[in-house]
């Protein structure tokens, strides 16, 4: 009950000793902005911030629609397409980066189990394209929520220092409170100007590789649509070829496990 009245006491004579101490010479250390800016707890958000800065610029120049669907690599493997030089395709897709190649390289190897097996390796692969992407942009949203936590754990933190500061000063003098009460306005606006734009980026480049993925699936699709694979199934691409055999109870072959039988 004291705590109560004495928290009451304060803000009721809070607004007295502040014009109090606007009308008495300053006798507080200024602290400048820069050096608030550089407290314990405001120090992991500016290398979150350096991390959003990163993340914002990589993403969003991979995500280009000439760096993720590059039209050249698109003539040159519609050049192999009609030229039916399919072992070109692999080799040049196996030899090449980006997405493209590595959906197109998928397809075509894929291609000798027939269209299903053909189109679920190219599916894949688009996915795991879509993650290579997604599991970045992730880390935006992680520094969305942790952001705020760290402003608030500085908030409490000097929250702490306030109240210290209050018995051991008393309510009279607000101006040993100044700097503990900067530190928590400080913490907290820090927290929120690093949160508010990884979420914003995080939603716009989500969207924007979602949006790439699909001009991506409609040009692997439109590439392969008239894909020849009813003359693909006796074919053997270099780090492609078939390892299931068919099964020893029916060829009679021992097990891989069994003894070598002697001469």
């Not at 197109?104 to 679920?120: F, L, N, P, Q």
């Not at 991506?216 to 693909?232: G, K, Q, T, V």
């Amino acid at each position: 009950m004291k705590r109560v009245l004495a928290l009451v006491s304060l803000l009721a004579a809070s607004p007295l000793a502040l014009l109090a101490q606007a009308a008495a010479p300053a006798t507080v250390k200024k602290v400048s902005l820069l050096q608030e800016l550089s407290s314990p707890f405001i120090l992991p958000l500016w290398a979150c911030s350096g991390l959003i800065v990163y993340l914002v610029i990589d993403l969003y120049l991979k995500s280009g629609s000439k760096q993720f669907v590059p039209p050249a690599d698109l003539d040159i493997l519609r050049t192999y397409f009609r030229a039916g030089d399919y072992h070109g395709a692999y080799a040049w897709t196996a030899k090449n980066t980006g997405s493209v190649a590595a959906v197109a390289h998928a397809g075509i190897k894929h291609a000798t189990g027939g269209k299903t097996a053909s189109e679920d390796a190219m599916g894949a692969a688009i996915i795991g394209e879509n993650s290579k992407f997604q599991n970045k942009i992730a880390y935006l949203s992680v520094i969305g929520v942790i952001a705020p936590m760290v402003g608030l754990t500085g908030t409490v933190v000097g929250m702490i220092q306030a109240f210290a500061a209050m018995g051991a000063a008393g309510a009279a003098d607000p101006s040993k409170l100044s700097g503990a009460i900067g530190h928590v306005l400080h913490a907290t606006a820090a927290g929120l100007a690093v949160a508010i734009p990884a979420f914003v980026f995080y939603y716009l480049l989500r969207n924007r590789v979602s949006h790439q993925i699909h001009e991506l699936s409609l040009a692997i699709n439109d590439l392969f649509r008239c894909y020849p694979y009813e003359h693909m199934k006796d074919v053997s691409f270099e780090g492609g070829e078939h390892v299931a055999a068919t099964p020893n109870w029916i060829t009679g072959a021992a097990p891989v496990d069994a003894p070598a039988a002697r001469a």
